[in-house]
């Protein structure tokens, strides 16, 4: 069974930083697909940004290319997000997802953490 716990979320004003963090138990986590998601208020959660675990390719939604940093650590098992810059409109609960590969879903799931973002 894969269980992932984030960590790092908080209350912060516009343009801070904030970094999250994720421990992904389980022996393979070297070929996951992580990813980060978020949820807003109200809203449906969306995609923010995944690293695969062969090729370290890396993908970010349009709205934080240039803010926020994705990374892995297989000998930790941790995947990182460096947030930057930050926006009121990043306040949202932010997930960590994990997918065997490319072509799997994000099957496990981490139960989020609360970034505010105060103007």
């Known amino acids: 069974q894969v269980q992932l716990v984030e960590f790092g979320g908080g209350l912060v004003q516009a343009g801070d930083s904030l970094r999250l963090s994720c421990a992904v138990s389980?022996?393979?986590?070297?070929?996951?697909?992580m990813g980060w998601f978020r949820q807003a208020p109200g809203e449906e959660r969306v995609f923010v940004a995944s690293?695969?675990?062969?090729?370290?390719?890396?993908d970010y939604t349009a709205s934080v290319k240039g803010r926020f940093t994705i990374s892995r650590d297989n000998a930790k098992n941790t995947v990182d997000l460096q947030m930057n810059s930050l926006r009121p409109e990043d306040t949202a609960v932010y997930y960590c997802?994990?997918?065997?590969?490319?072509?799997?879903?994000?099957?496990?799931w981490g139960k989020g953490t609360l970034v505010t973002v105060s103007s």
């Open positions: 389980g022996r393979t986590f070297s070929r996951y697909v």
């Open positions: 997802a994990a997918a065997e590969s490319d072509y799997h879903p994000y099957t496990y």
């Open positions: 690293i695969t675990g062969s090729t370290g390719r890396i």
